[in-house]
């Protein structure tokens, strides 16, 4: 069994940039980014905008410059392009509505609170791709809260955050739309999303698994006398020994899994229904705390080992 999950792709061309036509596209980008710019400047201090670009025109202006690319205005492009990770995401309706605005079909053939399935046909083509999720294929992939039989309560990560988000709790057909539009519109249209991995609703996932994490520094009074007049030098001075500074261990060599482990691995997935990459990979960040997996090979071999033994016994390694 192989271990990538191919599944179908539309085809896409890209045609290669004549080298006189290069110089002329970076000038009509930076002229374009000036135009953004002047635009994110003046919508950024408005409460019209998400409060992620509130007062970042510079993340407004990406939004705004990556929008147009898709089709979107500049409000639409604020309003709907998110950022996770450094990568872009949009909504899952906003996928569809790209997609018809091109052309494509995209319909829903069933939903309710345990299943949602909804199919694609790009434009003169006639393959349709078809996606359904189901209430037990999100529980499997790690988006549904679950309680834990130790508490009775939901389940938490070590950061003492719900595993899985809520709204898979309260608003059940909404998020398995979400999942089952978004997984057919990559597939259908992938040069029209220009590789977006990343939906909204994916994004409210990501940030419960991963919240950020603020360090906090020690601002130092600034110096006087000999020592003062030393910094405003710019003469080093030698460092006085530190007092109880405890040297911590070096950390544990990383060791990526063999491909023996990731052939078991991906038998695993399959026995238990996850067939398809994308969900594949969903469930593998979802269940090491990884949002930056692109593949199987980027697991260790202590991630392997515990997402097997989570699949077999419920519950992960300590």
């Not at 896409?12 to 980008?29: D, F, T, Y």
């Not at 002047?38 to 992620?52: F, G, H, R, W, Y």
């Not at 999720?133 to 508490?151: N, Q, S």
């Not at 020690?218 to 460092?239: D, F, I, Y």
Request: aromatic fraction near 4%; proline fraction near 6%; charged fraction near 25%.
């Amino acid at each position: 069994m192989s271990t990538e999950i191919e599944h179908y792709e539309a085809q896409s061309v890209v045609l290669p940039v004549e080298p006189q036509n290069a110089i002329g596209q970076l000038m009509q980008h930076a002229e374009a980014m000036d135009v953004a710019f002047s635009l994110a400047e003046k919508m950024c201090n408005t409460s019209l905008v998400p409060s992620i670009y509130r007062g970042k025109p510079n993340d407004g202006t990406a939004a705004i410059l990556y929008g147009a690319e898709l089709g979107l205005n500049p409000i639409q492009s604020l309003q709907q392009i998110f950022v996770v990770h450094g990568m872009p995401a949009i909504y899952a309706r906003t996928m569809v509505a790209l997609m018809k605005s091109k052309g494509h079909k995209v319909w829903t053939e069933e939903s309710t609170d345990e299943s949602v399935t909804v199919s694609a046909q790009r434009h003169n083509e006639t393959h349709v791709e078809t996606s359904t999720w189901t209430m037990e294929r999100a529980e499997r992939a790690g988006y549904v809260p679950t309680i834990d039989e130790k508490t009775g309560k939901f389940a938490l990560n070590s950061n003492n955050k719900l595993i899985g988000n809520e709204k898979y709790l309260k608003d059940p057909q909404a998020m398995l739309y979400a999942k089952a539009a978004s997984e057919v519109c990559r597939k259908i249209a992938p040069d029209i999303l220009l590789g977006i991995a990343y939906t909204r609703e994916e994004l409210e996932l990501e940030e419960a698994a991963n919240p950020t994490r603020v360090k906090s520094e020690r601002v130092a009074a600034p110096k006087s006398g000999t020592a003062g007049l030393a910094a405003k030098l710019g003469v080093t001075e030698s460092p006085e020994p530190a007092l109880d500074r405890v040297t911590e261990p070096a950390p544990e060599p990383v060791v990526l899994a063999s491909d023996p482990e990731i052939k078991a691995l991906v038998d695993a997935l399959a026995e238990g229904g996850i067939t398809d990459k994308d969900e594949a990979i969903a469930f593998l960040r979802a269940r090491t705390n990884r949002p930056e997996i692109q593949k199987s090979k980027d697991l260790t071999s202590a991630e392997v080992a515990a997402v097997l033994d989570f699949m077999t016994n419920g519950e992960p390694t300590q």
